[in-house]
């Protein structure tokens, strides 16, 4: 059984950006050659159709002719059960999809803050939430039922705080305001990362030897707190009778020299990551991270139409599990 994470940084149908054929040119050898039997993508935005709900048109499509077009999916949906218009989390599956849920600030809860660089002041706090949601799709295999989760954890560009940010000249008012907006997405990423280690503790709760497989873009490399948070080692609680909520990361299979999803200002970083637990490590084989072709994107005039595949590499994991 493969199962893979994939970042397809923003499928969609943007004008002026390349094409959706362009793109579906690039990313299909590539979902061919990940040859996954599950499949979590990252950053699917939803398209409107004339009469119709938002759906993944374009990923659809993209899907269409392959190996994984007709199979089970789930993806994150709007209180008013369409798809997201961007960035959308999606599980397609092989295997029967039997239960499916999502999860944001449901297990922890909004973030009281008052923004001290606002302008005008605040003078209160207020809720400060995460956008994106946990996809948690239960699939059915025969050697028992696997919890796949999915996530996307916010991104390092600041979160905004009112009147620090100048769009016309595309820079910060001040030091301090750019400084609390980074602040404040280290907040959400933190956040979403416990409401992470809390469902897994959730599922763990219900049964100790529960197969779990923790995937996607965590923005966060090995050692920052998000990662810690999700895999919760006995190293850092102390506790060996929690040893069996320990997730396993699956990346230290892969040479470290190897070891990067993503590529920013020259440096490689793992940004992408796929962690099992204890009840799946028997049937962990091998990992492999598909990095031959990402390009760094913060480079000067790495534009999308220049550089119309993704900038986040595939991350694939092997298990035995006939």
């Known amino acids: 059984m493969r199962v893979a994470t994939f970042n397809v940084e923003n499928l969609d149908e943007t004008e002026g950006q390349p094409t959706l054929e362009e793109r579906i040119e690039i990313i299909r050898p590539q979902l061919a050659r990940i040859d996954a039997d599950i499949l979590c993508l990252q950053e699917v935005h939803g398209q409107e159709r004339e009469g119709e709900p938002r759906q993944l048109h374009a990923l659809n499509q993209l899907l269409e002719g392959t190996k994984y077009g007709g199979w089970n999916m789930a993806y994150t949906k709007t209180s008013k059960n369409e798809a997201y218009d961007k960035r959308n989390l999606v599980v397609v599956s092989k295997y029967d999809i039997i239960e499916v849920r999502q999860v944001r600030n449901e297990l922890v809860d909004d973030i009281l803050y008052r923004r001290i660089t606002a302008k005008p002041a605040e003078a209160e706090p207020k809720e400060v939430s ?16 696997i919890h796949v989760l999915n996530v996307h954890l916010k991104s390092r560009v600041p979160s905004n705080i009112p009147g620090q940010y100048d769009r016309s000249e595309f820079a910060y008012v001040s030091v301090g305001g750019w400084a ?3 602040f404040l997405s280290s907040m959400k990423r933190v956040g979403q990362a416990l409401e992470m280690r809390m469902l897994i503790d959730e599922l763990l709760d219900v049964d100790r030897h529960a197969k779990i497989i923790v995937c996607g873009d965590f923005n966060s490399e090995p050692g920052e707190v998000p990662v810690e948070a999700i895999i919760g080692r006995v190293e850092n609680t102390g ?12 990346s230290l299979s892969i040479p470290s020299e190897a070891r990067y999803t993503h590529i920013h200002e020259g440096q490689g970083n793992l940004l992408d990551h796929i962690m099992i637990s204890k009840a799946m490590v028997p049937f962990y084989q091998s990992s492999e991270i598909h990095n031959e072709l990402i390009h760094d994107e913060s480079i000067a005039f790495a534009t999308d139409k220049k550089f119309p595949e993704p900038d986040h590499a595939p991350f694939i994991v092997n298990f035995r599990m006939d």
Do not use: D
């Open 130 to 145: 995460w956008e994106r949601p946990i996809l948690c799709v239960t699939i059915a295999h025969p050697l028992g039922n």
């Open 180 to 182: 609390e907006g980074y």
């Open 239 to 250: 506790n060996p009778e929690l040893g069996f909520r320990q997730m396993v990361p699956c």
